[in-house]
T-cell receptor
Framework: AQSVAQPEDQVNVAEGNPLTVKCTYS??????LFWYVQYPNRGLQFLLK??????LVKGSYGFEAEFNKSQTSFHLKKPSALVSDSALYFC??????????????FGTGTLLAVQP | SQTIHQWPATLVQPVGSPLSLECTVE??????LYWYRQAAGRGLQLLFY??????ISSEVPQNLSASRPQDRQFILSSKKLLLSDSGFYLC??????????????FGPGTRLLVL
C-alpha cells in the first residue's frame, strides 16, 4: 500500500533558527513527492515537488526539500525560520492506481510554530 | 495565469437541507478536477475527481455527489445534509498534459457547518 507519514504533529522552532519538517513515504515505483502549506482557513499552497533529478529541490518562500531514496524520506527544510512561516505543512505522494496516476496521498500534516 | 474559485466561502446549513458548492477554474482547458474534504483541520480526504465533462469518479461512499456540467466547473452536492458532512471542502485542479510534472493547485476552500 502506498502511504505518507509525517511523524510530528507539531514542530516548534525559534525565529532565525533552521527548521525541518519530516516526511517519509512508501510507494511502488518512482515516487513523485510534494509539499504544500496551509494557512488558517485557507486552501493549500504548493511549495515544491520532486519528480526526478537533483535530490535537493528548491521551492517557494526559501523552502527546500531533500529527497533521500535509501531512507525513503523527503524532509522539508529552511535555513532561517520566520514567524510568518507558522502554518500547517502537508507532504504528499502521487499514487499509481491502474489508469489513474494523478491522485495524491497526503500525510496528516505538521503544524509549524515559529516563536519570535 | 490560472485561477481557481470556490463559493461560497462559508456556509451554515441545517441537517436535512440540500447542498451545492461550486468550483470554477480560469485560464486553462480540460483540467483534471478534484474535491477534497478536510475534517478537524488536518487530514485531507479525496472525495471525487474528474478527467472530463460528465466523467466523475467517487473515492468513498458517502452522502455527497459531484457533477461537471462544463469543462471548468465542478459542483459538489447533497440532497440531505448530515451532521458528519461538516468540514472544510477544497477543490483542486491539475493539468493532465504536464505528464510527470502534473501538480494539483487548490482553491480557497468552503467551510461548511451543518447544525
Amino acid at each position: 500500500a502506498q502511504s505518507v507519514a509525517q511523524p510530528e504533529d507539531q514542530v516548534n522552532v525559534a525565529e532565525g533558527n533552521p527548521l525541518t519538517v519530516k516526511c517519509t513515504y512508501s510507494v511502488s515505483g518512482n515516487p513523485y513527492l510534494f509539499w504544500y502549506v496551509q494557512y488558517p482557513n485557507r486552501g493549500l499552497q504548493f511549495l515544491l515537488k520532486y519528480i526526478t533529478g537533483d535530490n535537493l529541490v528548491k521551492g517557494s518562500y526559501g523552502f527546500e526539500a531533500e529527497f533521500n531514496k535509501s531512507q525513503t524520506s523527503f524532509h522539508l527544510k529552511k535555513p532561517s525560520a520566520l514567524v510568518s512561516d507558522s502554518a500547517l505543512y502537508f507532504c504528499a505522494v502521487r499514487a499509481n492506481y491502474g489508469g489513474a496516476t494523478n491522485k495524491l496521498i497526503f500525510g496528516t500534516g505538521t503544524l509549524l510554530a515559529v516563536q519570535p | 495565469s490560472q485561477t481557481i474559485h470556490q463559493w461560497p466561502a462559508t456556509l451554515v446549513q441545517p441537517v436535512g437541507s440540500p447542498l451545492s458548492l461550486e468550483c470554477t477554474v480560469e485560464g486553462t482547458s480540460n483540467p483534471n478536477l478534484y474535491w477534497y474534504r478536510q475534517a478537524a483541520g488536518r487530514g485531507l480526504q479525496l472525495l471525487f475527481y474528474s478527467v472530463g465533462i460528465g466523467q466523475i469518479s467517487s473515492e468513498v461512499p458517502q452522502n455527497l455527489s459531484a457533477s461537471r456540467p462544463q469543462d471548468r466547473q465542478f459542483i459538489l452536492s447533497s440532497k440531505k445534509l448530515l451532521l458528519s458532512d461538516s468540514g472544510f471542502y477544497l477543490c483542486a485542479w491539475s493539468n493532465p498534459r504536464a505528464g510527470t510534472q502534473e501538480t494539483q493547485y487548490f482553491g480557497p476552500g468552503t467551510r461548511l457547518l451543518v447544525l
